[in-house]
């Protein structure tokens, strides 16, 4: 699970419209088609006006508590606050939330009226559309847009699970990648977006979201490493390190 610092961090930069507006994404290409690394952890791709988020996972504290778990339960204002922010920057035409849009089958028929109220506002007059994820596989309840296993559009596929082995125009999440950096004597610990031009996974949206190394078994066969590229979400902006120059 993702730290109480994090948190904090993301949604300072979050609220902060001025200093958020200064920190520029990083560029980059899947397939050919042109994107942007966001640093709050959005995917922009300019000439689709598509923004893409992935793992929202909302209402993740209400879920552990109705197993007798209690967490803070700001989670999904913490996570929506962000999501509005990067919204109102990018003003897309079309928003794909990548799947575990709710940590549970359940999330979308409990979300308070408030929150609901929100996400309402940020989709009025752009289209929504919500990918089924693993945690999610019924779609939601009651929310603007539509729901999708799949989806396949300007020459891109995108999905929540990505497929095993090397794929090339597959845009998708899950497996909420991380890398580890050495940094003035210590090490840090960031989620990634990871790259090898022909396929992206993004980290995790959701602010309590945890992250896998890149190194881990699940993510061998998935990238070609010679050309693997992390883009790693920083306090200020996003660092760019090459596979071969993370730490484990």
């Known amino acids: 699970m993702i730290g109480i610092t994090e948190v904090m961090n993301r949604l300072a930069l979050a609220r902060d419209m001025t200093g958020l507006a200064a920190i520029p994404g990083v560029e980059t290409a899947i397939h050919g088609v042109a994107a942007v690394c966001d640093p709050l952890g959005a995917l922009y791709l300019p000439d689709a006006g598509i923004l893409v988020v992935s793992d929202l996972h909302l ?11 209690m967490l803070p339960p700001y989670d999904t204002l913490a996570t929506l606050t962000v999501l509005a922010a990067v919204v109102s920057r ?5 928003v794909i939330s990548l799947g575990d849009n709710f940590h549970d089958r359940v999330g979308s028929q409990h979300l308070p009226d408030a929150f609901r109220t929100l996400i309402v506002e940020m989709a009025r ?15 939601t309840v ?24 090397l794929q090339k125009g597959e845009i998708a999440g899950h497996l909420h990648p991380a890398a580890t950096v050495r940094r003035r004597e210590k090490s840090v610990r960031r989620p990634c977006f ?6 992206l996974l993004m980290p995790a949206f959701g602010v309590m979201s945890g992250g896998l190394d890149l190194g881990h078994r699940a993510m061998k066969d998935l990238f070609d490493r010679t050309s693997l590229i992390a883009h790693l979400l920083g306090r200020d ?12």
């Open 194 to 199: 990871a790259t090898d031009g022909a396929r």
């Open 142 to 165: 009651d929310l603007p847009g539509s729901c999708s296993d799949e989806l396949f559009y300007a020459g891109l596929t995108f999905r929540h699970e990505p497929r095993d082995g």
């Open 125 to 139: 007059g752009r289209e929504w559309i919500w990918i089924n994820g693993n945690h999610d596989p019924d779609g």
């Open 237 to 248: 902006r996003i660092y760019s390190v090459r596979y071969d120059n993370l730490r484990g």
């Open 90 to 94: 990018y003003d897309p035409q079309i």
């Open 59 to 69: 209402e993740k504290g209400a879920a552990f508590a109705r197993r007798g778990m």
